[in-house]
């Protein structure tokens, strides 16, 4: 059986070529249709997922270059893809790092092929169109039917922040979702428990190393505000009477042990909670605390109110604009 050639262009000068195509794709173009591309299927290095296939996509590189950015460098004089297309009138390039059929819509988009293009993907397939948005620069080719595409998944954000963080904030970021970025960097920022990865996806380190360290100084700032009330009920002058003090500086050692956090340290913990656990801890053990008038760590809380504001605006994708390339 021979490999699958697509012609989106019969007099292309450029045909990508992919290694294990998978069994849902027909042998023709003509019989491949919108619906078989929204479909997820497991993955392509799965034996049992591909038909032992090569895929041959038929291209044309003007459609290419007035898409991309990143195929205007890649084709352009100097770079060996460049050359080898002027000089031969025609280039195979080997695709070994993205998933078939993700790529196969993004050609399809690229060469105007409308009929291919699903109102709505499988959140596996948005996530890969994202991160090939994101490599080829190529946002403004897509935007239209990115706006389908994220349409659904964002009416049900909540959930996906909760379940997949890091592929919703790469979605959002490569797909230009203003609303829906400033959501999930606000659940990050606020329920994250440990360091954040991008974990290969398309984010970028400024945006992670943000999140990063906004989360990290709000816990870490409340943490220090509780390690400075404890210090003070301790060693500092009296603040009420004796028994108030003294009862209080039990109370707060209590929630501290209960929460895990025993001392300020050099390493300034922040792996192991998230600020939405430690605000309702904090609120836990000021709510509980009933033995005088005063209140247990009103400055405490303060610092909490302070830093919950901040992180839950979230951060905008205005914020990071000259990190992306020109679309």
């Not at 070529?17 to 042998?27: F, G, H, K, T, W």
């Not at 993955?43 to 003007?62: E, F, T, W």
């Not at 913990?269 to 009933?290: H, V």
Request: hydrophobic fraction near 40%.
């Amino acid at each position: 059986m021979p490999n699958i050639l697509y012609q989106f262009d019969p007099d292309g000068d450029v045909t990508f070529i992919m290694e294990r195509a998978p069994n849902s794709l027909p042998q023709n173009l003509g019989d491949l249709n919108a619906s078989l591309l929204s479909k997820c299927y497991v993955s392509q290095s799965d034996p049992a997922k591909n038909s032992g296939l090569s895929l041959h996509i038929r291209a044309s590189s003007k459609h290419l270059v007035l898409a991309s950015p990143q195929f205007r460098a890649t084709f352009q004089n100097g770079f060996q893809e460049g050359n080898e297309l002027r000089s031969v009138g025609h280039i195979e390039m080997l695709i070994c790092d993205w998933e078939p059929v993700p790529f196969l819509l993004l050609m399809a988009i690229f060469h105007g092929q409308t009929r291919l293009v699903p109102h709505s993907l499988c959140f596996n397939w948005l996530r890969d169109m994202a991160v090939l948005v994101d490599y080829y620069q190529c946002y403004e080719a897509v935007a239209m039917a990115a706006a389908l595409w994220t349409r659904e998944f964002e009416k049900k954000q909540s959930t996906i922040a909760r379940e997949n963080p890091m592929e919703w904030l790469c979605i959002t970021w490569a797909l230009r979702k203003n609303q829906a970025f400033e959501f999930v960097t606000k659940h990050i920022q606020l329920e994250h428990t440990e360091k954040i990865f991008a974990n290969k996806l398309a984010i970028p380190a400024k945006v992670i190393d943000t999140l990063q360290t906004s989360r990290s100084t709000g816990i870490c700032n409340v943490i220090d505000a509780l390690y400075d009330l404890f210090h003070h009920l301790r060693y500092g002058p009296q603040l009420c009477s004796f028994e108030c003090d003294l009862t209080r500086l039990a109370a707060l050692v209590k929630g501290k042990q209960k929460f895990g956090i025993f001392s300020k340290t050099s390493q300034r913990p922040a792996a192991g909670y998230s600020f939405m656990k430690l605000r309702t801890a904090c609120f836990g053990m000021d709510r509980d605390y009933s033995f005088h008038c005063c209140k247990l760590m009103p400055q405490v809380l303060k610092v909490l109110d302070k830093e919950y504001d901040s992180l839950n605006r979230g951060l905008t994708l205005g914020s990071f604009t000259p990190l992306r390339g020109k679309a």
